[in-house]
């Protein structure tokens, strides 16, 4: 928590992954939501058995990958789709969808927000932690070729060889920082933007010498500014009108 010291306190990349899931279960317990779905929770769903049970929820994964529901847990209920896919799901049944380090590897996230705005029942939540561009690492992860990147990521993290996590290509559509245009764009969707807080700094060039050094000026620098630009992370919290204007939230782009 080198950056905590250095005074980035609730701006710190670290923040967010500290503090992500006490955010969503208080969410969830300030608005009474008992029917959750958790996108891309994989083999590891954000709660478990006896917190979900705690919190009376009413739980369901909703994974592209097979292998990864095979390996969740069983107090989900389980769905096999992509989240990206044109005119998923139209049920309008959860009260609150959310995800965690799924969005930057949707190729489609218009469709996805779409799909989620359709699948929440009108007043429902979603919620979305994921990576942002224009940080130095993530766009070095976005420009890469993807066996590179790879090799990259190894070579700073060995461990993560094994790490399941490590093989889900990223593409970043639609994974930006708070600015204007991005919050506008949430908005032509038929979502009202309740909150879109910016983190800054990652941990994956902490230990390469110079150039870790270079990117921790850079992260104090950016984060000092708050700009929305060079966030390295969010959490975005997005809600479904409980009345949608006419022609909005199901239609344009
Ligand atoms: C990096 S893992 C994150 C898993 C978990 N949320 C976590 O933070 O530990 C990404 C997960 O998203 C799933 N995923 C990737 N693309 C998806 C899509 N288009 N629709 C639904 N799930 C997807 C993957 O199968 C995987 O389980």
Redesign the pocket.
């Known amino acids: 928590m080198e950056r905590r010291r250095a005074g980035l306190g609730e701006l710190d990349f670290a923040y967010g992954v500290v503090h992500h899931k006490d955010h969503c279960r208080q969410l969830i317990a300030s608005n009474g939501f008992t029917t959750v779905c958790?996108?891309?929770?994989?083999?590891?769903p954000?709660f478990g058995r006896d917190e979900a049970l705690a919190m009376g929820l009413d739980y369901t994964i909703?994974?592209?990958?097979d292998t990864?529901l095979r390996a969740a847990p069983d107090h989900v209920k389980k769905i096999q789709?992509?989240?990206?896919a044109r005119d998923l799901d139209n049920s309008g049944r959860y009260d609150f969808m959310f995800?965690?380090?799924?969005a930057e590897?949707?190729?489609d996230a218009t469709a996805?927000h779409r799909n989620v705005l359709r699948m929440l029942r009108p007043g429902g939540l979603a919620f979305h932690y994921f990576p942002t561009l224009y940080t130095p690492a993530f766009v070095a992860n976005r420009l890469l070729p993807e066996g590179a990147a790879r090799r990259v990521l190894f070579f700073i993290f060995p461990w993560r060889r094994h790490d399941h996590?490590a093989k889900?290509p990223a593409r970043y559509a639609k994974c930006f920082g708070p600015t204007r245009r991005m919050k506008r764009y949430f908005e032509r969707l038929g979502y009202r933007v309740e909150e879109y807080r910016p983190f800054y700094g990652t941990d994956y060039l902490v230990k390469i010498p110079l150039l870790g050094f270079i990117d921790s000026l850079f992260t104090r620098l950016v984060a000092r500014r708050r700009s929305p630009r060079f966030t390295s992370y969010v959490w975005l919290v997005l809600r479904k009108p409980a009345i949608v204007a006419s022609g909005g939230a199901q239609g344009r782009t």
């Open positions: 958790e996108i891309g929770g994989g083999r590891s954000l909703l994974d592209i990958s990864e789709a992509d989240i990206g995800s965690r380090m799924l590897h949707v190729r996805m996590l889900f």
